[in-house]
Nanobody, 125 residues
Framework: EVQLVESGGGLAQAGGSLRLSCAAS????????IGWFRQAPGKEREGVSC????????YYTDSVEGRFTISSDHAKNMVYLHMNSLKPEDTAVYYC??????????????????WGQGTQVTVSS
């Protein structure tokens, strides 16, 4: 059974940092792209970042470029989202999800599946 479990969310001050973790199981980790997504109250879900595990290529939405870093640990089947210079507008529930082989459509989450339960990130000003 494919399972993704997010953790690491919490409360941070503006300018602070958090590291989110996505624990993956039930599939061949190296064959998938894994994305991080977020949804704030009253807003649509948006893709934040994605990593193609077979190549290591990474993608970031413009609003987090230079502040967030996605990484993947193949030995532990873990994907991390290192979030620095946090802003109040980063407040949202963050999810991870997978797509076979690549990250196509990650900005909208199209064709991504096996969504985790999410972890809340709250950034205070």
């Amino acid at each position: 059974e494919v399972q993704l479990v997010e953790s690491g969310g919490g409360l941070a001050q503006a300018g602070g940092s958090l590291r989110l973790s996505c624990a993956a199981s039930g599939f061949t980790f190296a064959n998938y792209g894994i994305g991080w997504f977020r949804q704030a109250p009253g807003k649509e879900r948006e893709g934040v970042s994605c990593i193609i595990n077979s190549s290591g290529h990474t993608y970031y939405t413009d609003s987090v470029e230079g502040r967030f870093t996605i990484s993947s640990d193949h030995a532990k089947n873990m994907v991390y989202l290192h979030m620095n210079s946090l802003k109040p507008e980063d407040t949202a529930v963050y999810y991870c999800a997978i797509r076979y082989w690549d990250c196509l459509g990650y900005r909208k989450g199209a064709d991504f599946s096996s969504w985790g339960q999410g972890t809340q990130v709250t950034v205070s000003s």
